[in-house]
């Protein structure tokens, strides 16, 4: 079964502090993992996309790298509109409907 | 495109009564999604279409709950007979079907059964 495990649930950065969230996961093949965001009281709002260990993507002030057992969302000099809950997902090969397996998510707190 | 809508927002219902909740997908996307999501956890599969195919669904989807996509447009999620376990955030997502494509979400509806 595939499991996704992010940490830590919570955390509290000043404005400027950077900091890295952690997405480990297990599953059988891995298709691709997503990163989302996710404000209170909305949808998830998609980020990234990674398919293989070894790439990263950027926007603005996050950066998501790959490795084959996990993937890290950094966050460099964050501001409080980046305070949201971010969820990870793994996709995987051989789930023909192409479902989401979601992690908890980690929730952001930026302080100003 | 505004992208994916869902209606209502919000929705209070009385344990026992049946409930509807309706998705229109992004206009070209094929593929249809449905997940429930509670407090402080990540969103759960609950279904998926492929045009007006409903080709796979979860275990976490119980006899009351069905969905559908009649025309490969706008789907609808129907729970009958609703328990105050039912209590989440329903959201639709609606991704193209080539190839490995990202999924977008909508807003999601809200139910508390009470």
């Known amino acids: 079964e595939d499991q996704v495990t992010q940490s830590p649930e919570a955390l509290r950065l000043q404005e400027g502090e950077s900091s890295s969230l952690n997405c480990s996961y297990t599953?059988?093949?891995?298709?691709?993992l997503f990163w989302y965001r996710q404000d209170p009281g909305k949808g998830p709002e998609f980020l990234f996309t990674?398919?293989?260990?070894?790439e990263e993507k950027e926007k603005e002030r996050l950066k998501a790298t790959l490795t084959k057992k996990e993937s890290f969302l950094h966050i460099t000099a964050p501001k409080p509109e980046d305070s949201a809950t971010y969820l990870c997902?793994?996709?995987?090969w051989g789930a023909g409907s192409y479902q989401l397996t979601f992690g908890k998510g980690t929730k952001l707190s930026v302080i100003p | 495109d505004t992208g994916v809508s869902q209606n209502p927002r919000h929705k209070i219902t009385k344990r026992g009564q049946n409930v509807t909740f309706r998705c229109d997908p992004i206009?070209?996307?094929?593929?249809l999604y449905w997940y429930r999501q509670t407090l402080g956890q990540g969103p759960e599969f609950l279904t998926y279409?492929?045009?007006?195919?409903?080709?796979?669904k979860s275990r976490l989807l119980s006899d009351r709950f069905s969905a559908e996509r009649p025309k490969g447009s706008f789907s609808t999620l129907e729970i009958q007979r609703t328990e105050q376990g039912d209590s989440a955030m329903y959201l639709c997502?609606?991704?193209?079907?080539?190839?490995?494509?990202?999924?977008?979400f909508g807003q999601g509806t809200r139910l508390t059964v009470v």
């Open positions: 599953v059988s093949g891995l298709r691709g």
């Open positions: 206009s070209e996307h094929n593929r």
């Open positions: 279409f492929q045009n007006e195919a409903q080709l796979e």
């Open positions: 997902a793994v996709q995987a």
């Open positions: 997502a609606s991704s193209l079907q080539a190839g490995n494509t990202e999924a977008f």
């Open positions: 990674l398919y293989s260990a070894g």
